[in-house]
């Protein structure tokens, strides 16, 4: 048991600059959290619409379903930033060559 830990932080905020959409993500994306980071994607009408993971810690098979399901509702419209530990469970999951995520 691990007492006096920290519970993880989660966020999901998002910023509009014309008809474009910043969604910017912070902490672990889980079965918890996951329809928070979709939901907040889909909240303003945006001709583009990025999804920033870079500060993502953690992500598992809840969010990938939530980014899969953005992706199909807003086809050429979604760029996504992961971060490292995304970019890895996105790469063993088949989703690593995806026209959505940077390639940076």
Same mark, same amino acid.
């Given at each position: 048991?691990?007492?006096?830990?920290?519970?993880?932080?989660?966020?999901?905020?998002?910023?509009?600059?014309?008809?474009?959409?910043?969604? +910017?993500? /912070?902490?672990?994306? %889980?079965? !918890?959290?996951?329809?928070?980071?979709?939901?907040? @994607?889909? #909240?303003? &009408?945006? =001709?583009?619409?990025?999804?920033?993971? +870079?500060? /993502?810690?953690?992500? %598992?098979? !809840?969010?990938?379903?939530?980014?899969?399901?953005? @992706?199909? #509702?807003? &086809?050429? =419209?979604?760029?996504?930033?992961?971060? +490292?530990? /995304?970019?890895?469970?996105?790469?063993?999951?088949?989703?690593?060559?995806?026209?959505?995520?940077?390639?940076?």
């Amino acid at each position: 048991m691990d007492q006096g830990a920290v519970p993880p932080v989660f966020s999901a905020t998002a910023e509009t600059d014309g008809d474009q959409l910043r969604v +910017r993500v /912070v902490g672990e994306v %889980d079965m !918890a959290t996951a329809d928070t980071m979709f939901q907040t @994607a889909l #909240r303003e &009408p945006a =001709a583009r619409v990025t999804l920033d993971l +870079r500060a /993502v810690t953690f992500f %598992d098979s !809840a969010a990938i379903h939530a980014l899969v399901r953005l @992706a199909q #509702r807003l &086809p050429g =419209a979604l760029t996504v930033l992961p971060s +490292r530990q /995304v970019r890895r469970v996105l790469e063993i999951s088949g989703l690593g060559e995806q026209a959505w995520l940077d390639p940076a």
